[in-house]
Structure formats: C-alpha cells, structure tokens
C-alpha cells in the first residue's frame, strides 16, 4: 500500500521557520515527482513547490519564491519543505503528492498525504 505521510506542522509567528518532511511507502520513490500543496480556508488547493525524480528539476510559487525550498533524499524515501520567513498567509493544510510525470495540476497527482497544519500568527 502506498503512503505518504506529512510531519513538521504547527505554531510559528511571522518570521519564523518550519521544515516540513513527507516520508513515502509502498512505491518506487525515485520515480516519482514529488510537489508540495496548500489549501487555506475558503481558498482552492494551491502548488506550493514540486521538485523532479532526481531533484535537478523545481517549481515555486510566486507567493512563496525565495522563501520555501523543496528538496528529496530518495534514500530515505522523504521529501522536504523548509519554509523560511513565514508570513500569516502562509497558514494552511500542507499536503504532500506523488505522480510519475511532472505535473502542476492537483488532479492528476496520484497519491496524497493526509496534510499537516501549519499556522502562522502575527
């Protein structure tokens, strides 16, 4: 069975940082690519970062350019999200996916993890 699942969530004032990590099983890790999403309350599921199969290939969003950076040990079958001067917009569920191509598009992720909440104060 695969799984994903999402640690690192919590309280943070504005400033501050998070690291965020999704530990995968039951797939081949390094096939896959691996994004990170966020849905905050009232607002549609959002790509925060993807990062591809071998990690020379990633995607930010505007919003959070300069500030997150996504990376992977296929080693150890974990993806990260170090989330650096968080801002109280940042506040959302934080999902980690899975596909076997390079896609933007939440829909055509394969597997999801069960999200962790990152809340950020002022």
């Known amino acids: 069975q695969v799984q994903l699942v999402e640690s690192g969530g919590g309280l943070a004032q504005a400033g501050d940082s998070l690291r965020l990590s999704c530990a995968a099983s039951?797939?081949?890790?390094?096939?896959?690519?691996m994004g990170w999403f966020r849905q905050a309350p009232g607002k549609a599921r959002e790509l925060v970062a993807r990062?591809?199969?071998?990690?020379?290939?990633?995607f930010y969003a505007d919003s959070v350019k300069g500030r997150f950076t996504i990376s992977r040990d296929n080693a150890r079958n974990t993806v990260y999200l170090q989330m650096n001067s968080l801002k109280p917009e940042d506040t959302a569920v934080y999902y980690c996916?899975?596909?076997?191509?390079?896609?933007?598009?939440?829909?055509?992720?394969?597997?999801w993890g069960q999200g962790t909440q990152v809340t950020v104060s002022s």
């Open positions: 996916a899975a596909n076997l191509r390079y896609p933007s598009d939440p829909g055509e992720y394969d597997y």
């Open positions: 039951g797939l081949t890790f390094s096939m896959y690519t």
């Open positions: 990062i591809s199969r071998a990690g020379s290939a990633g």
